[in-house]
């Protein structure tokens, strides 16, 4: 069974729902936490609603394009939905944003590894 049925089911559904929420309140309270965003497109992703998640998170991204682990959450919307390209253009993103930022390069080596394992899953 692959990550992705595994998160799409009910018990860790109410765990994400719960994150979206508390994205939303944290929010409220500061509309400037851009991780809040991060956390809300996460959550939101992993409920099935891809390009709700990836119009959140883009958005916020103009707003602060230099924003690391923004462009880290788009890349993971993108490995969710299997789709190695664009997962990678956000990686050569983030090189010309921050280049050779240790964190980049060590997300860029797990996320390839966890793209290569939920493919192999998906055979």
Not at 30 to 37: F, I, Q, S, T
Not at 94 to 100: G, N, T, W
Request: without cysteine; proline residues 4%.
């Amino acid at each position: 069974q692959g990550r992705i049925e595994y998160f799409q089911k009910k018990p860790a559904n109410q765990h994400f729902e719960t994150a979206v929420q508390w994205g939303e309140k944290a929010l409220r309270t500061n509309p400037d936490l851009h991780l809040a965003h991060g956390v809300i497109a996460t959550g939101t992703a992993y409920l099935g609603k891809y390009t709700s998640a990836l119009t959140r998170i883009q958005e916020v991204q103009k707003l602060s394009p230099d924003t690391v682990s923004l462009y880290l959450v788009e890349a993971e919307l993108w490995l969710i939905q299997l789709n190695a390209e664009k997962m990678r253009a956000v990686f050569k993103t983030l090189e010309k944003i921050s280049p050779d930022d240790p964190q980049v390069q060590q997300a860029q080596r797990e996320f390839e590894g966890r793209l290569n394992y939920l493919q192999q899953q998906k055979k």
